[in-house]
């Protein structure tokens, strides 16, 4: 608020000497014929009070340009209908209840089945689609993010020319200028650069464009691409392909640095379909063994039964050992743990012939996928566990790398750059903001201004997916639907409508809009109108369209494989470069919530850091947070230190997605940019580097400090076959001072429990995010987090077990335990906390008094207090996400999980209003549960013995963490699985 005092002195100053020079440079404002252009484009009717640009005049203009700025920041230059008022209520939206609506999340092209939540109009939370044939009902990070990044105030909202505000009626007239040129010369200089496109209806538009613009080249690009993958099988088969593990008909599996569990477009497809063939083998009375080898952990690795770590180099080694054992050769000698890893992972292979699956990654080299396909072929996995179908992203685009060399010869006249960033992505020996500036028109769409939009002389705000129309493929084909769930917030525009505009000049201003085109596309030629709306409704409904995954494509491996290179000198340190687990390549990192999340192996906020093994760290003298430099081919980047277990002895891991430098953006100027370093040839490796201590010390900010279970048994696992590690189910209750509780498992009221499967749990966070998302959970910033005061609900802790160099990793979500005999319920000097008749452990938030009682007497370590009023600062648009059916905490209180307590009371009403019977089993889903795309989590009604959070309950594998503490916990654990040859298992 600005003062009376302020005021007085600013018209003071107005009246002094700065006051005629401040009205010159108003009158030179109104007189400059840009602002008559902007003026006349976007307000005609205000643009007569330009004519005489005296002061008044000026802001009378002013003024009207206030308030018609406000009306039209609701409109789409007339592309969309008018709003009034409800005359009649429409016949689905009911005020303050639920409206779910199937669309899409994309993830680098791909699409993930969700359903989009929306309260009075506003999207408010993600589920999964538990119809959808990949997805299956899960989710990721950034599925769950995304509805975050709908209310980001860090989108672009503006039209931007030469980095001055202006308008889509400017830019249009702009370009319907140079057309008619672009035509005459049938493209030629015209240069298109996109994401990787699965849309079936983008990419028949950009076969239109191409038609239009003859001599005009498409190209694609993005931090983490899928080219190694398809060069892979155009090694092994002849032709580009994707390639489908069937985890159900697998007995063992070998990952050469796979990231099948990892973050990526198949993460929660391929996770689902593992943990599933993992639960039936178990059923069966077998297990499903992962042998893993790779140079730096992973969420893949880390599940392993059997693990080594090895640098990139060694991993075609291995591969070619492995095919040597298929084809009957001898094992690998020696005793160093690659061969013994080679020797029992080929053993496991062999006795599974045409059972067993092989498997590589993102960040793998052609050759090695290459290898990889051999492999699977000389075993008979091919065809059997292993199909292949015809790519999902559309073919016959260029590399950066080309557009970047065309830019420097001088070929490209006009760029358009739509949904990418190459500024940023680009390794940086491309240069690409230099080469871009050989290029005479730059036009930039984005859902930023971002770092290639500050480049462009136009940049054009993109509609989010949320508030779009449009199709997308799923990994296996699939195609999903995306419909919006909100009008456009800031204005933008989807692919489709820029590239409409772009074919004919006229776009959806004279043409067909997104849902047009989308409706074109996909209705049959003859078809009539009434059952193709019929037909397509129905899947609207779905969110996708049935039976459109890829079919299996017949395969045969079309030469010997080449023999293997000499083995290169050792020459310095091996330097991999990995997707960061939370933010990706960057194109998510102004998301608070994903900058937030813990990273799944490291637990490091708001930073990325530099990775390297014990062996590295101890030679070198590095302890972590110490600053350090690694340099190569003249360039380098310098960063925090991390010393990460099961890390291969000589490698060092730089993750992507920071080092951004975007003024006013969230993302800038938070750890370093790995691209610096990356190479055009081998994008995931560089060898050669050098690494050196800078002198200079900083320690990266995490939210746990203890890797290691110190001697207790807080992660069981039980070996196949061995006796059970769970609680016994018939020991008598131990002695307590506690009152008997109150609660009894009787059967007449429910008594709500969560049951949390070890062995499914693959530490991917999704649960984190969703919790986050559901219960209007603050961001407190790095500085807050370093001083323990993250404000998490639901945390996924990690330990180390065994040797630092080949450590087991362990992950166990930690939510409120509800414990039937809380700690915290005695401790709380004003009852703040207790205990319904469900068996919930409530908190009163405005009872609590702050004294944080409760926190110290809880063993678990789950209860946040907010120091500071985090939600505060919110921005209005920013607030429209909060999740109205749970409370807004004021600051000064303790917070906890609640079992998602305001789910449980919204079933509870259905059914005593449409049933009048007891809530059923899985009418409630928590938003961990909901967003696991492993079914780690079970939720249900503990005193129904037919639920099945009850059967999992009877599980011998069943234990209570901290139970000789007599908590009693409602939250309960399924421990790990381990191979029965393994005489330890996976225990701490």
């Known amino acids: 608020m600005t003062s009376g005092s302020d005021i007085a002195a600013l018209r003071e100053k107005l009246a002094g000497g700065d006051g005629p020079r401040f009205w010159r440079s108003l009158d030179a404002v109104a007189d400059s014929p840009e602002f008559r252009d902007y003026l006349a484009a976007e307000f005609p009717s205000a643009a007569r009070l330009a004519a005489s640009p005296e002061r008044r005049g000026f802001l009378k203009l002013m003024a009207a340009s206030f308030a018609l700025g406000g009306l039209t920041a609701c409109s789409r230059d007339g592309n969309r209908d008018y709003e009034v008022p409800y005359v009649n209520q429409p016949e689905r939206i009911v005020p303050g209840t639920d409206l779910s609506y199937a669309s899409s999340a994309v993830f680098d092209g791909f699409g993930n089945g969700i359903l989009v939540t929306t309260r009075n109009g506003r999207p408010l939370k993600i589920e999964g689609n538990p119809e959808h044939p990949w997805s299956r009902g899960g989710t990721d990070v950034l599925a769950q993010a995304s509805v975050l990044g709908l209310y980001d105030p860090f989108r672009s909202q503006?039209?931007?020319?030469?980095?001055?505000?202006?308008?889509?009626?400017?830019?249009?007239?702009?370009?319907?200028?140079?057309?008619?040129?672009?035509?005459?010369?049938?493209?030629?200089?015209?240069?298109?650069?996109?994401?990787?496109?699965?849309?079936?209806?983008?990419?028949?538009?950009?076969?239109?464009?191409?038609?239009?613009?003859?001599?005009?080249?498409?190209?694609?690009?993005?931090?983490?691409?899928?080219?190694?993958?398809?060069?892979?099988?155009?090694?092994?088969?002849?032709?580009?392909?994707?390639?489908?593990?069937?985890?159900?008909?697998?007995?063992?599996?070998?990952?050469?640095?796979?990231?099948?569990?990892?973050?990526?477009p198949g993460q929660v497809g391929l996770s689902g379909r593992w943990s599933a063939a993992r639960r039936a083998a178990y059923a069966e009375g077998r297990l499903l063994t992962l042998h893993a080898a790779a140079p730096t952990p992973t969420l893949t690795s880390a599940k392993a039964d059997h693990g080594v770590a090895v640098p990139v180099g060694r991993l075609e080694a291995l591969a070619r050992d492995l095919l040597a054992l298929a084809g009957g050769g001898a094992a690998p000698a020696g005793d160093d743990p690659a061969s013994r890893w080679a020797r029992g992972a080929g053993k496991a292979l062999?006795?599974?012939?045409?059972?067993?699956?092989?498997?590589?990654?993102?960040?793998?080299?052609?050759?090695?996928?290459?290898?990889?396909?051999?492999?699977?072929?000389?075993?008979?996995?091919?065809?059997?566990?292993?199909?292949?179908?015809?790519?999902?992203?559309?073919?016959?685009?260029?590399?950066?790398?080309?557009?970047?060399?065309?830019?420097?010869?001088?070929?490209?006249?006009?760029?358009?750059?739509?949904?990418?960033?190459?500024?940023?992505?680009?390794?940086?020996?491309?240069?690409?903001?230099?080469?871009?500036?050989?290029?005479?028109?730059?036009?930039?769409?984005?859902?930023?201004?971002?770092?290639?939009?500050?480049?462009?002389?136009?940049?054009?705000?993109?509609?989010?997916?949320?508030?779009?129309?449009?199709?997308?493929?799923?990994?296996?084909?699939?195609?999903?639907?995306?419909?919006?769930?909100?009008?456009?917030?800031?204005?933008?525009?989807?692919?489709?409508?820029?590239?409409?505009?772009?074919?004919?000049?006229?776009?959806?201003?004279?043409?067909?809009?997104?849902?047009?085109?989308?409706?074109?596309?996909?209705?049959?030629?003859?078809?009539?109108?009434?059952?193709?709306?019929?037909?397509?409704?129905?899947?609207?409904?779905?969110?996708?369209?049935?039976?459109?995954?890829?079919?299996?494509?017949?395969?045969?491996?079309?030469q010997e494989a080449p023999p293997a290179?000499?083995?290169?000198?050792?020459?310095?340190?091996?330097?991999?470069?990995?997707?960061?687990?939370?933010?990706?390549?960057?194109?998510?990192?102004?998301?608070?919530?994903?900058?937030?999340?813990?990273?799944?192996?490291?637990?490091?906020?708001?930073?990325?850091?530099?990775a390297l093994s014990p062996h590295l760290a101890e030679r070198e003298s590095i302890a972590v947070g110490d600053i350090v430099r690694v340099e190569a081919e003249g360039r380098a980047v310098e960063g925090a230190a991390w010393i990460l277990p099961g890390q291969?002895?000589?490698?060092?891991?730089?993750?992507?997605?920071?080092?951004?430098?975007?003024?006013?953006?969230?993302?800038?100027?938070?750890?370093?940019?790995?691209?610096?370093?990356?190479?055009?040839?081998?994008?995931?490796?560089?060898?050669?580097?050098?690494?050196?201590?800078?002198?200079?010390?900083?320690?990266?900010?995490?939210?746990?400090?203890?890797?290691?279970?110190?001697?207790?048994?807080?992660?069981?696992?039980?070996?196949?076959?061995?006796?059970?590690?769970?609680?016994?189910?018939?020991?008598?209750?131990?002695?307590?001072?506690?009152?008997?509780?109150?609660?009894?498992?009787?059967?007449?009221?429910?008594?709500?429990?969560?049951?949390?499967?070890?062995?499914?749990?693959?530490?991917?966070?999704?649960?984190?995010?969703?919790?986050?998302?559901?219960?209007?959970?603050?961001?407190v910033g790095r500085e807050e987090v370093a001083l323990g005061r993250w404000m998490g609900w639901l945390r996924v802790d990690r330990y180390y077990a065994g040797d630092l160099d080949a450590p087991t990793t362990h992950f166990q979500p930690v939510p409120c335990m509800h414990c039937e005999q809380a700690p915290c319920e005695v401790g709380c000097p004003v009852e703040a906390t207790l205990h319904d008749s469900e068996?919930?452990?409530?908190?009163?938030?405005?009872?609590?008094?702050?004294?944080?009682?409760?926190?110290?007497?809880?063993?678990?370590?789950?209860?946040r207090f907010n120091y500071l009023d985090y939600t505060g600062g919110m921005t209005p648009v920013q607030q429209q996400q909060r999740n109205p059916e749970v409370t807004v905490r004021a600051r000064g209180v303790m917070e906890k999980c609640t079992y998602c307590i305001q789910r449980i009371a919204a079933a509870r009403i259905t059914s005593a209003k449409d049933a009048h019977s007891p809530i059923q089993d899985g009418a409630v889903e928590t938003a961990c549960q909901g967003a696991c795309p492993t079914r780690a989590i079970t939720f249900g009604n503990v005193a129904d013995p037919t639920s099945r959070v009850s059967a999992a309950r009877k599980d011998p594998r069943e234990y209570a963490l901290l139970g000789h503490l007599n908590t009693r916990p409602r939250t309960t654990y399924l421990a790990g699985l381990a191979p029965a040859a393994d005489p330890t298992g996976r225990e701490g």
């Open 158 to 264: 503006a039209v931007q020319h030469l980095g001055k505000p202006s308008s889509w009626a400017a830019f249009r007239a702009a370009l319907q200028a140079q057309m008619p040129a672009w035509h005459a010369a049938g493209g030629e200089g015209v240069a298109l650069l996109t994401g990787p496109v699965t849309s079936p209806t983008v990419a028949a538009q950009i076969a239109r464009m191409r038609t239009a613009y003859p001599a005009a080249r498409w190209f694609t690009g993005a931090g983490v691409g899928r080219e190694a993958i398809y060069e892979g099988t155009r090694r092994a088969y002849g032709k580009p392909l994707e390639t489908l593990p069937d985890f159900s008909r697998a007995r063992t599996i070998v990952s050469l640095d796979g990231d099948f569990l990892d973050l990526g």
């Open 350 to 558: 062999t006795e599974a012939r045409g059972a067993g699956l092989v498997t590589t990654g993102l960040t793998a080299s052609p050759d090695l996928h290459a290898l990889v396909h051999r492999l699977n072929g000389a075993l008979g996995n091919t065809g059997a566990t292993v199909r292949h179908t015809v790519p999902a992203v559309e073919p016959g685009a260029g590399t950066l790398a080309e557009l970047a060399e065309a830019m420097e010869r001088g070929a490209v006249k006009v760029l358009i750059v739509l949904g990418a960033n190459p500024v940023y992505d680009a390794p940086a020996a491309l240069d690409f903001a230099a080469r871009m500036e050989r290029v005479p028109l730059k036009i930039h769409a984005g859902l930023y201004y971002d770092e290639t939009g500050a480049h462009a002389d136009w940049h054009l705000p993109a509609a989010h997916p949320l508030e779009s129309w449009g199709d997308v493929r799923s990994l296996d084909g699939t195609v999903g639907l995306i419909q919006p769930t909100v009008a456009p917030l800031y204005n933008g525009r989807t692919l489709q409508d820029m590239l409409a505009f772009l074919i004919d000049g006229r776009g959806s201003e004279g043409g067909e809009d997104a849902l047009g085109l989308l409706k074109a596309r996909w209705r049959n030629e003859g078809e009539d109108a009434a059952a193709f709306e019929v037909r397509f409704g129905d899947a609207l409904r779905r969110g996708f369209w049935p039976d459109s995954a890829g079919a299996t494509e017949e395969v045969a491996l079309t």
């Open 565 to 610: 290179p000499p083995a290169p000198a050792a020459a310095g340190i091996e330097v991999v470069f990995r997707p960061d687990p939370t933010v990706w390549d960057g194109t998510h990192s102004d998301l608070a919530w994903l900058q937030e999340l813990p990273k799944p192996l490291t637990k490091i906020v708001w930073e990325n850091v530099v």
């Open 648 to 779: 291969a002895a000589e490698t060092v891991t730089l993750s992507l997605g920071y080092g951004r430098n975007v003024p006013d953006h969230l993302s800038s100027g938070l750890g370093y940019d790995a691209a610096t370093l990356r190479p055009v040839a081998t994008p995931w490796r560089l060898t050669g580097a050098r690494l050196t201590k800078t002198g200079r010390r900083r320690m990266p900010v995490t939210t746990q400090n203890l890797g290691t279970m110190e001697g207790e048994d807080i992660v069981r696992v039980q070996a196949l076959g061995a006796a059970p590690v769970g609680d016994p189910k018939d020991a008598p209750a131990p002695a307590s001072f506690y009152p008997p509780p109150e609660t009894q498992l009787t059967g007449e009221t429910a008594q709500w429990g969560m049951a949390i499967d070890l062995d499914a749990c693959i530490g991917c966070n999704a649960c984190v995010t969703a919790c986050q998302a559901e219960n209007n959970i603050p961001v």
């Open 839 to 863: 068996g919930l452990n409530l908190q009163v938030y405005n009872r609590c008094v702050g004294t944080r009682t409760c926190q110290s007497y809880c063993p678990y370590k789950v209860r």
